[in-house]
């Protein structure tokens, strides 16, 4: 017999609640998968502010001593693969494990794919204690870029003639050393991408499983969901992003790494209790409901998967705008931008908070908002909030174009940070805009017995779109960044124009899948 935590229930008739009763009216088991994947972001954001910032920082320092180039397409690759994997991780949910033990195994891949990410430092410091030789600070000043799983000719020549040991007998330990950082590296993303993958769609599904259909509280729930996340991809930037830049580098990953223990253990004590029997089987194990795909005309499921569809090329788009800011955004920033406050240098890492607090602040406010205007049916449909979405990008990267241009007439080559603050504060309104809303068509949209592999299916338009970002960086690299900025304001305005006019008849399409009105 089910447990009754896993039945969902109706919501309640209140048309304007004050924040405190919004919050209570959610259910319980919000809060526990909120906190799971709070701890989740923590360590994959403390992560990504560092990476590009780590792999192009000089071996001296610490770092692997890369270009830009080779930085940008290993973040636009791992980025993509992190959020294409939970379509996968979808699929095994809702056909072999469940959303539960997809999200147990996903948080120990994780955890240990951070503290992989430190082999860098311990692998060397483990031959050094062994041998006697500094490799460590042999390799750091040898001269070649560090972590290439296939060295270059150069780099293999200069590790095999003694180029890089001062002490001819210590050879052999430096390129093992070598190889060591290169291969726990890679090997610590890949354990990432793969946990990721089993945790993001795992966690999202349930989050629409704990509303009845037709509940509005589902898109609040999915509001409030992302706000408790983006919170831990504030903290990880002020926490594990200042640990990496200002000690070490690997110091911050394996903040990040403690991150996602705390959340595995959290998830533990208390899931049994909160979510009952949620997400303990594959969804195709599930009963057929009336409300199944075995009950909705073949037309009316084609039209809502076509919408589903045709909205995820337009989140393409968004993710390719948005995800710059961990890459090409992120490298202008500490090369380009004034960061001067009060005589404290800030961090590049914490400018990438800035959209993360904006969309914390704006969440609750949006939520009660969109109540509101659901009780006067007028709420903006989610196709309109996506087209507002992408518009909000645009403007936000006209401010950057302007920044850029005070960089070009100033004597040091820089430019405020206010111009970055009024970009990623445009930035947070196009997430709170794109990410909940979305999320909650989809579940919305699914056929209720694979809303796990739907959800999952979603984040791989955002994978699309974060692979993407590397085709920026030869624009960058030919016209300047201006260019990509122009580009990026102009796809993104052009896409909203385009929604905007089309939005009716796609609404159309979904059979009133998306209506969220009060129904007294």
Known sequence: MSSPIASPVAAPSRAKPSFLVMLREQPPGLYLVAITEFWERFSYWGMLG????????????????????????????????????????????????????????????????????????????????????????WLNSCGIPLGKVLPSLTVSSALQSGKCATDSAGTSAVALAYHLQAWTFLLGLVAIVA???????????????????????????????????????????????????????????????????????????????????????????????????????????RGRIAVAVLMSVFVVLYALSFYQKGGLLNLE??????????????????????????????????????????????????????????????????????????????????????????????????????????????????PPRHAAFAVGSWYLTIGLGSWLTATTAPINDRFGISAVAIVLMSLCGGAALLLWLSRARLIKLTYGALDTRPTS
């Open 195 to 301: 946990g990721t993958g089993l945790i993001k769609s795992t966690v999202s599904s349930i989050v629409g499983k704990l509303y009845a259909p037709g509940d509005a509280r589902r898109d609040e729930g999915f509001g409030i969901f992302m706000a408790c996340i983006y919170l831990g991809a504030l903290m990880s930037n002020l926490v594990a992003g200042t640990i990496g830049e200002l000690l070490d580098w690997h110091y911050g990953f394996a903040v990040a790494g403690i991150g996602m223990a705390a959340g595995l253990a959290a998830y533990l004590s208390r899931h049994r209790q909160l979510l009952g029997d949620i997400g303990m089987k594959p969804d195709r194990a599930q009963p057929i409901q009336d409300d199944d795909t075995q009950r909705v005309p073949a037309h009316v499921q």
């Open 50 to 137: 560092l990476l590009v910032l780590f792999l192009t920082a000089a071996p001296a320092t610490g770092g692997f001593g890369w270009t830009s180039a080779e930085a940008l397409t290993l973040y636009a690759i791992y980025t993509g693969a992190v959020f294409s994997a939970p379509a996968l991780g979808g699929f095994l949910a809702s056909r072999y494990f469940g959303e539960r033990a997809c999200i147990l195994w996903g948080g120990v891949a994780v955890t240990a794919g951070h503290f992989l990410l430190s082999g860098p430092a311990v692998g060397p410091w483990l031959i050094e204690a062994v041998s006697g030789w500094p490799v460590g600070q």
């Open 333 to 446: 920033t500490r090369e380009h931008v004034d960061r001067h406050v009060f005589g404290f240098e800030l961090p590049t890492t914490w400018l990438l908070s800035i959209s993360t607090l904006v969309f914390i602040l704006l969440t609750l406010p949006a939520a009660r908002l969109w109540r509101y205007l659901a009780a006067r049916h007028r709420e903006p449909d989610v196709v309109a909030k996506l087209a507002l979405g992408l518009a909000a990008l645009a403007c936000g990267y006209g401010i950057f174009a302007l920044g850029l241009v005070e960089k070009t007439v100033s004597a040091d080559g820089r430019f405020s940070l206010w111009w970055m603050i009024g970009m990623y504060s445009l930035f947070a309104l196009g997430d709170l805009l794109v990410w909940p809303t979305q999320l909650a068509a989809v579940s919305r949209l699914a």
